[in-house]
């Protein structure tokens, strides 16, 4: 069965939260090839992805980081920031 | 009243001719402690000899994921009013063409929000927004787009497209620079915005091959005005030039990278093989008035160029030798072209990794197979140095 965009935006929430609990960070690009791979045969293509990560974004559920490289990230304080 | 700071090194920067930045900074300190603490802290780090910025993060304004570049300082309790010192990059108009009105919200809006101080421009292009807390970011955003003006750049995404004046004041421009500029920049909006991208991406696009843009030495792609006819020559000009002392022969004749060029002393006439020409603008810029740019006008697109920040410096490699830029349909092609690119460097690119580094490890013929371009003579950058060539097996038949 097709998977919808929320359902795929749903899954990457799922894989950021996952990856930021052992220390990683995913890269949009990264994120994106990882749910093409998974659900590529239940209609999940990169366009999808793109429009999945604005609206997670948008939300406010995830945030875009700068370390090096942009990365997408849960919410959290910030190791650098000043109070 | 903000606390004094003795700066005696930054004085001494303020001697001698030119213009100097600490004045500015010490300007912006008569009414902002963002700007004055920023004095005692660089001062601080001539004596140290020790940076005391922390840089990158998650600060940015919603939705976006370009645009700030966070920084923080790491003496807080010394220095509390700059913390936070954050840069907001703005996306410039194209050609950096601005009234006195639009200048003046600008300031006006930073000196509410931040430190006042800017750098007009950024080396990308960008208006440059110096120093800001996390807290007035969003409220910075939200005035600046109600007079008009949007984030730029930053981090791995497509940063501001950027272009020279173009044919707004220069008689050398092959295209309308600032409406292609302009046309990339609203395409992109979404790749500008939220980084996809393994690195950055950047489009410049210069009027002529005088590149004031510096588009062939650092931009990922360069959008460079070219001719393809012959060089308009006329005669009385060159005359003229001879008359009044120019030594044609050795100033232009033989600085003509292509040698293609022959003056005859005595009829004052000079002959140009235009087959030969790399349209390199010399002869151009040396005899202004009696050399143009041809009738038929348009662009190379080159690829791959790079200031050296994670490996050494890159130029570019042409791409597609002439484009007609007033041709949409040629111009759609090349967006064509540009996302086949964007997608295979998405999908095999490594982190921080631009596009000419991409070339140079899968090698240029790989990636023109990959993309779907056609190889061709002009894209040889240098005669290849080993011994082996290798050929597919229908063109060993052959």
Known sequence: MAMTKDQIAEEMYKAVAEAQEVGKKLKPMDLTKQMVKAYEDEGVDKKMCKAAIKDLVDSGRLVYTYFGGSFLELPHKEGASND | ?398
């Open chain 2, 1 to 398: 009243m903000p606390k004094e700071y003795k700066t005696p090194k930054l004085d001494d920067l303020e001697k001698g001719p030119w213009p100097s930045f600490v004045k500015e900074i010490k300007q912006a300190a008569k009414n902002n402690e963002m700007s004055n603490d920023l004095l005692a802290v660089l001062e601080r780090s001539y004596d140290e000899r020790i940076g005391h910025w922390k840089h990158g993060g998650i600060v940015g304004v919603m939705g976006y994921g370009g645009g700030v570049i966070g920084r923080y300082i790491d003496i807080p309790d010394e220095y509390p009013n700059i913390s936070h010192f954050h840069t907001m990059r703005i996306n410039q108009p194209a050609g950096w063409f601005y009234t006195s009105e639009a200048l003046r919200s600008i300031c006006d809006i930073w000196e509410k929000h931040g430190s006042g101080l800017t750098n007009m421009h950024g080396s990308t292009g960008d208006i440059v927004l110096l120093g800001t807390t996390t807290d007035e970011l969003e409220p910075t955003f939200q005035d600046l787009a109600h007079v008009g003006f949007d984030l730029g750049g930053s981090g791995s995404d497509v940063r501001t497209p950027s272009c020279c004046v173009g044919e707004a004041r220069c008689e050398w421009a092959c295209y309308d620079t600032m409406g292609v500029c302009y046309e990339t920049t609203m395409r992109y909006q979404d790749e500008l915005h939220r980084p996809a991208f393994p690195y950055k991406w950047k489009f410049k696009f210069a009027g002529c091959p005088n590149d004031c843009v510096a588009a062939k030495a650092r931009a990922d792609i360069s959008v460079v005005g070219t001719w393809r006819d012959a060089i308009k020559v006329d005669d009385a000009e060159v005359a003229t030039y001879y008359d009044n002392g120019m030594d044609i022969f050795n100033d232009v004749v033989l600085n003509c990278p292509a040698r293609c060029m022959k003056f005859d002393h005595e009829s004052k006439k000079l002959e140009i093989n235009n087959a030969d020409c790399r349209r390199c603008m010399h002869c151009i810029n040396a005899m202004p008035k009696a050399l143009r740019p041809g009738d038929d006008k348009g662009a190379t697109i080159l690829i791959g160029a790079k200031a050296p920040i994670i490996e050494g410096a890159l130029l570019s490699s042409v791409l597609i030798p002439f484009l007609k830029m007033e041709d949409e349909e040629e111009r759609e092609a090349w967006y064509d072209i540009m996302e086949e690119i964007q997608d295979i460097w998405c999908e095999e690119g490594k982190n921080r990794e631009r596009i000419g580094e991409f070339i140079q490890r899968v090698g240029m013929a790989n990636f023109l197979e990959a993309v779907g371009v056609e190889p061709i003579p002009e894209m040889v950058a240098y005669p290849r140095d080993n011994p082996y060539i290798f050929f597919e097996q229908d063109e060993e038949e052959e």
